[in-house]
């Protein structure tokens, strides 16, 4: 079992920036692959980005290609998502979550491959 806990979330304007973080406590990380979706009011949920867990190869949606960047530290059990030049747009529950790397390159963006999940952090950008 690993359990993920996300945090960063909060209000900020539009152009703004915010650093998520997803921390995992449990089985070894540092071996499981971890995207980041997230779920606007009245939206289905959208994949975000994700990495790799063994070439930190990192994927992104187009809507956001450019402005985020995923990362890992797996000596700190922990993902990051950097959020620059915010627009409102961007304004959701954002949710990390872990799979193991099977098909992962082709899958990534599937959030039915994913067998952890956060409990989600609420992004508010203002405009």
């Known amino acids: 079992q690993v359990q993920l806990v996300e945090s960063g979330g909060g209000l900020v304007q539009a152009g703004g920036s915010l650093r998520l973080s997803c921390a995992a406590s449990?089985?070894?990380?540092?071996?499981?692959?971890v995207g980041w979706f997230r779920q606007a009011p009245g939206k289905e949920p959208e994949f975000v980005a994700a990495?790799?867990?063994?070439?930190?190869?990192?994927y992104y949606a187009d809507s956001v290609k450019g402005r985020f960047t995923i990362s890992r530290d797996n000596a700190k059990n922990t993902v990051y998502l950097q959020m620059n030049s915010l627009i409102s747009e961007d304004t959701a529950v954002y949710y990390c979550a872990a799979r193991n790397s099977r098909f992962f390159s082709t899958t990534y963006f599937r959030s039915g491959e994913y067998d952890y999940w956060g409990q989600g952090t609420k992004v508010t950008v203002s405009s």
């Open positions: 990495i790799s867990w063994s070439t930190y190869s990192t």
């Open positions: 449990g089985r070894t990380f540092g071996t499981y692959a």
